[in-house]
């Protein structure tokens, strides 16, 4: 459990902290700059003592008169803070020595190991509390020349005697200024606190009684804590205004829940909402009746909904919810059995959707429904029998109708055949009833009435042939009679004219009967396949002059470009001709269908294109949706309610001699364009 601390706690201890601190780094300084002067008078002092020491030994020491080595060092050690004089010679040989303490032996030995004779100035060494200073003598004669060395030893109790005292009077004003700052603190942080408390107090007092409505009004001298107090209110009235929309969402929501429990009962869907990482699953009532029990039978765990689905149905249903909920599908969605009350089984549609995630995007928690789909699955099952035996009755009635199928493929070419020559004879008989027309014009009665009308000016004349002049010149009936001769002359001419017009009208139909006939028997199918050379530009007006009747009766245009060689192909010329024909009539229908343009018109290109020549053919007629270009050519499939075989027939015949018949259409009434290709066999 974490420890908590005051405010009041808190302030004191880092004041205190934060005083100490100063006043550690105020006296370190203190001392450091004290013992610095302290010793720096000892520097001074011994400077002093070792020049004076070097100064006076000179004599001795060129001599070296022990009596004099002697008395020098007793002085030098009648000085207080000296403890030991030493005094060597050139070499480095003691001597002589003199020392305070008797229980410290100095040899020349260990003297000679600690003096430094390369350099001429003043040595410093510390040994305990001892300063041990050396200084060369030099010769006053030649100063450059040494004679010996001296050394003293400097005592440092006194300079130790300053520290301690500084320290002392340190440490007290450090504890006086530490308890100063932390009486200061202590008040300071009592006052604050207590300013704060009071807000605190005044906090406390709202939430406790859940008083929202009276703003808190303290009188505090923090301007901090004012603004907290400001900032407190307007908290509160935020909260209240939160609380009052809270309480209308609330509201809202109570109803709509209402509203969707409501919903829930009418259509039978039962709810469930399950917490996944514990596996907790709350059921309604709706899910619970569905299977004839209790909403108080079934335990609120997802291992409820798992024993109680069909075992056939569980591998399929966990793997769909596995891969739901490591995200490989976008939804929960399967249809299984569950084990009613009463042992019997259920379908039911389960869906359901993650609405909850944690900070990983692991799911958390998901909501769906249960739909009793019974009575769809017992339709599908009486559905699926029913397609059973209809599946067997078609597979027998697909046996009957392969025996058959053979029969029509190999029939289709002769229903070909049969409708070009039907368009034969169409056309045969559009040249025949011309002359049919003309025979009955030579049969009207015309001639009969010219002579019933001469019978009677003739009975007229013989009856009064006695008479005549009178009859001609007198009689009013014989007066006209001339004139009734002179019209029935020119009646005579007239009618003759009219016959020799006619009589050469039915001797153009005659021979373009004959003309027709004589194509039908170039162009009619031998019992032999035989390919033969055929040119382009021929076979196209052979074709437009079978179909001649049916374009000008129909007053369509023919616009034809024939190529200025004779292009030629190797192929059947009679199934080619029937093809054009029935691209010809096709254009012809589609043109009468159209009744939006009134440009009835055909145009035709023979064209060559390196390794391919070929015939284009684009009419003004109704054209073909864009959906449907790829269905004409299929068999059966006809938009003018015919048999769907001629297209079909075209396009295989084209596709087994290597050629292509493709059709292209801008869209209805825009008309449509064939196109014809074949190998180029004149290169």
Request: proline share 1%.
């Amino acid at each position: 459990m974490q420890k908590k601390y005051s405010l009041q706690s808190m302030i004191v201890g880092f004041s205190s902290l934060l005083v100490g601190l100063t006043i550690f780094v105020v006296n370190y300084f203190s001392y450091q700059q004290s013992a610095h002067v302290g010793f720096k008078e000892l520097d001074l002092r011994a400077e002093t003592l070792i020049k004076t020491f070097s100064y006076r030994a000179i004599e001795g020491i060129l001599v070296q008169d022990d009596e004099k080595l002697d008395n020098l060092c007793t002085d030098m050690l009648k000085e207080t803070s000296v403890k030991y004089a030493l005094i060597f010679d050139n070499r480095g040989q003691l001597l002589h020595q003199v020392h305070k303490d008797e229980n410290n032996d100095f040899s020349a030995k260990e003297k000679l190991s600690e003096i430094d004779f390369s350099v001429d100035k003043i040595k410093k060494k510390y040994l305990e509390n001892i300063l041990g200073i050396i200084k060369e003598v030099p010769d006053r004669s030649n100063i450059e020349r040494t004679i010996g060395y001296v050394e003293l030893g400097i005592s440092l109790s006194n300079i130790l005697q300053y520290k301690r005292q500084l320290i002392g009077r340190l440490l007290l004003v450090s504890s006086l200024v530490l308890f100063s700052g932390i009486v200061i603190s202590y008040f300071f942080s009592k006052w604050l606190s207590d300013q704060l408390c009071k807000v605190i107090h005044g906090f406390t007092t709202i939430v406790s009684e859940m008083d929202l409505v009276k703003p808190l009004q303290l009188e505090v001298n923090i301007k901090e804590v004012q603004e907290i107090q400001v900032l407190f209110n307007l908290m509160i009235a935020k909260i209240v205004k939160s609380q009052e929309v809270l309480n209308s969402t609330s509201l809202e929501f109570a109803q709509n829940r209402e509203r969707l429990e409501l919903a829930f009962d009418a259509s039978q869907i039962g709810l469930w909402d399950w917490d996944i990482p514990s596996g907790n699953v709350t059921f309604n009532h709706c899910w619970a009746e569905m299977l004839g029990y209790e909403l108080n039978e079934i335990r609120g765990h997802v291992s409820s909904w798992e024993t109680l689905i069909h075992p056939d149905d569980r591998g399929d249903t966990m793997a769909s919810l596995g891969r739901y909920l490591n995200g490989e599908t976008s939804v929960y969605r399967t249809e299984h059995r569950m084990r009613c009350k009463n042992g019997k089984w259920l379908w039911v549609l389960d869906t359901g959707k993650v609405v909850s995630f944690n900070s990983r995007r692991e799911p958390i928690r998901a909501i769906g429904t249960h739909v009793d789909i019974q009575a769809r699955k017992d339709i599908e099952k009486k559905l699926d029998k029913h397609r059973e035996n209809l599946e067997v009755r078609i597979a027998k009635r697909t046996q009957e109708l392969k025996k058959i199928q053979s029969e029509l493929l190999n029939n289709a070419v002769d229903a070909g055949r049969a409708q070009v020559s039907a368009m034969v004879l169409h056309n045969i008989g559009n040249a025949v009833t011309p002359v049919s027309v003309n025979l009955e014009k030579l049969r009207a009665p015309s001639l009969k009435n010219a002579r019933r009308y001469l019978m009677e000016c003739y009975n007229d004349l013989a009856l009064n042939k006695t008479d005549l002049t009178n009859y001609v010149t007198r009689d009013e009936r014989g007066k006209k009679v001339s004139s009734y001769m002179k019209n029935l002359i020119q009646g005579l001419e007239t009618i003759q004219d009219e016959q020799k017009v006619i009589i050469d009208k039915i001797e153009v139909g005659v021979q373009y009967i004959g003309e027709i006939l004589s194509l039908q028997r170039a162009y009619a199918p031998g019992n032999k396949v035989m390919k033969e050379k055929t040119i382009l530009n021929q076979i196209v007006k052979d074709a437009l002059k079978i179909q001649d009747s049916a374009i000008n009766r129909r007053k369509i245009h023919i616009l034809v470009h024939y190529h200025k060689d004779p292009l030629y192909i190797l192929i059947e010329k009679n199934r080619l001709m029937q093809v054009l024909i029935n691209l010809i009539k096709n254009s012809c229908d589609a043109i009468d269908e159209n009744q939006e343009r009134q440009d009835h018109e055909i145009s035709i290109d023979i064209f060559e294109k390196g390794d391919t020549i070929g015939i284009t053919m684009a009419d003004t007629g109704s054209g073909i949706e864009a959906e449907d270009i790829d269905k004409i050519f299929k068999f059966g499939v006809s938009s003018k309610g015919s048999s769907g075989f001629g297209l079909y027939y075209c396009k295989t015949f084209v596709e087994a001699n290597n050629g292509r018949l493709t059709i292209d259409s801008n869209g209805k009434n825009f008309g449509a364009l064939a196109v014809l290709e074949f190998n180029n066999y004149n290169r």
